[in-house]
């Protein structure tokens, strides 16, 4: 296909900006890999954000083309499903398991997850336990957060964030919180 009927098809098909199309249809190879990846998902726009962006920037510090690239189309496309299945967040996608299939390209992106615990942990128990031990950790704070100083869910968070290592769900453990501190 020609760039412009790429073009227009990632605009009004896939509902990408056109800016997004632009920088798809920059290079027939990049525009081919990106149609690699999205027979493996249909998340165009997550999809895309990682070509525009860790791609992009692999890419461009190591000065060579996408034909080099060493991550299988599959393989990113297993990246965005991991983030939209909610098993990891996007920071984890590019700040971890990029560079991890970056060193390990044959690697299975969720075994990756897996090895490295950076499955978020959803389970309510679990997620309850770190609420409560990052409540307990400050009850002066309870009380600013309850007379109005509703900015302090961020330290809850960081702290949540701190016994789980990183690994509890930010939406489950951030309403979680707010339910216990309104209570």
């Known amino acids: 296909p020609l760039p412009y ?17 632009f920088v798809l249809t920059d290079s027939k190879a990049f525009a081919l890999y990106f149609e690699e990846v999205i027979k493996h ?10 070509l525009i962006g860790p791609v992009k920037s692999w890419l461009n510090e190591q000065s060579v083309e996408i034909e080099e690239f060493p991550i299988a189309p599959a393989a990113l496309a297993s990246i965005q499903t991991l983030v939209d299945e909610e ?7 590019t700040q971890k ?22 499955i ?3 389970d309510s128990d679990q997620l309850g336990a770190w609420v409560d031990q990052a409540l307990a950790a400050y009850p002066e704070k309870i009380e600013e957060y309850r007379a109005g100083k509703k900015g302090l869910i961020g330290l809850f968070m960081g702290e949540v964030m701190k016994y789980s290592r990183g690994s509890a769900d930010p939406k489950k453990a951030s309403a979680l919180l707010r339910e216990k501190l309104d209570a």
Do not use: M, V
């Not at 073009?7 to 098909?13: G, R, S």
């Not at 098993?87 to 996608?93: D, H, L, N, P, Q």
């Not at 398991?97 to 950076?118: I, V």
């Open 97 to 118: 398991l990029f560079p991890a299939l970056l060193e390990n390209p044959a690697a299975d992106a969720a075994a990756l997850c897996e090895q490295n615990n950076w």
């Open 41 to 50: 998902t249909t998340n165009y726009k997550g999809a895309t954000n990682l």
């Open 5 to 21: 009927e790429l073009f227009k098809k990632y605009t009004a098909e896939l509902g990408l900006s056109e800016y997004d199309a």
């Open 87 to 93: 098993k990891i967040s996007i920071s984890t996608a």
């Open 120 to 122: 978020q942990q959803g």
